[in-house]
């Protein structure tokens, strides 16, 4: 009989090979998004646009583990990439000691941009799970598919979708708020 330990493991290693190519999130994809969401929501907190990030790690016969979080901070620190994918990506490479992403898989609130999008495949991230599609700038399918390009060496697999209302109401609840304060009603 096996340890329950083991047992669980087992279900988070068929749970994650049945999301590969499934379009439907499944109970870990949803706890990590929520994380992710989590992440947002402090970005709201202190001003910055609300994008949370979470890079989780798949190891064979281990429970899924979270390897960093992050959330955007472009404002906080006066950087154009410091977007939350790259501050999480940034984290997750020195924590375990390699750029290559190879069993981690990203969750992030919003569509990347072309800037995240080009760093996941480079850090060879396994998935790539998004929430709200971003019209403006997302390279995920909206205005480029880049993971989805033959012509790179690694190809993140997608899911998208995944708790997208939350992400987009967040945005739309910061952007109104912003113009409010703006305005000085
Ligand atoms: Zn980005």
């Known amino acids: 009989m096996k340890m329950t330990k083991t ?3 087992d279900a988070a290693t068929s749970e994650n090979k049945r999301s590969a190519n499934a379009s439907e999130p499944t109970q870990f994809d949803q706890y990590f998004m929520n994380l992710a969401m989590e992440e947002a929501r402090r970005a709201a ?40 994918e790259i501050l999480a990506l940034r984290a997750a490479g020195e924590k375990l ?3 290559q992403l190879i069993d981690c898989d990203l969750y992030v609130t919003l569509e990347p941009c072309p800037m995240c999008a080009g760093a996941l495949i480079n850090a060879r991230i ?8 971003d019209p403006k700038a997302g390279a995920v399918g909206s205005l480029y598919n880049l993971p989805a390009d033959e012509r790179f060496n690694h190809r993140p697999r997608i899911l998208e979708g995944v708790q997208a209302q939350d992400a987009s109401r967040l945005l739309k609840d910061f952007f109104t708020a912003r113009r409010k304060n703006r305005r000085g009603d």
């Open 7 to 9: 047992v669980s493991a």
């Open 97 to 99: 000691g390699n750029w």
């Open 126 to 133: 396994r998935r790539i799970i998004f929430g709200c599609r």
């Open 45 to 84: 907190a202190i001003g910055e646009v609300p994008v949370g990030a979470v890079i989780v790690r798949f190891s064979a016969g281990a429970e899924p583990a979270v390897v960093s979080t992050s959330h955007n901070q472009r404002e906080s620190l006066h950087d154009p990439t410091a977007h939350a």
